[in-house]
């Protein structure tokens, strides 16, 4: 299950350890941006099948993000799960409108982030 390639953007370092060790149960492993400058950088050069993606962040904010992995066709099938505590209804669809697939509120409960992961992924029973 390794073979999947999954970034997890987050500018808050227990954040990005609870969605490792989220993942690690699941077997599954992540890269990390620990903001949204080092992000875009990573997604220029590597193509991913899952971000999980934070919105507010130092320099460059997650809705920059999500419009970089958006604007190159290469990301066509990267699937995006945004991670925030910033989930009013206007944030929520601006989201989906720049191509968001999931919208967890954070803090983010295990069970929630991993039906989404499991989703975004296409896996069963994990």
Do not use: W
């Amino acid at each position: 299950m390794n073979n999947y390639k999954i970034l997890i953007v987050d500018d808050n370092p227990l954040v990005v350890k609870m969605h490792l060790h989220y993942l690690k149960r699941a077997g599954l492993d992540a890269d990390t941006a620990p903001n949204g400058k080092e992000a875009k950088a990573k997604v220029a050069e590597k193509t991913y099948d899952l971000v999980i993606l934070d919105l507010m962040m130092p320099e460059v904010s997650g809705f920059e993000v999500l419009k970089t992995i958006r604007s190159n066709p290469k990301n066509n099938s990267t699937k995006v799960i945004v991670a925030s505590a910033l989930n009013d209804k206007e944030v929520v669809e601006l989201c989906f409108q720049l191509g968001a697939n999931y919208f967890v509120t954070s803090p983010v409960s295990y069970q929630s982030l991993m039906e989404k992961v499991k989703d975004a992924l296409g896996l069963k029973g994990v």
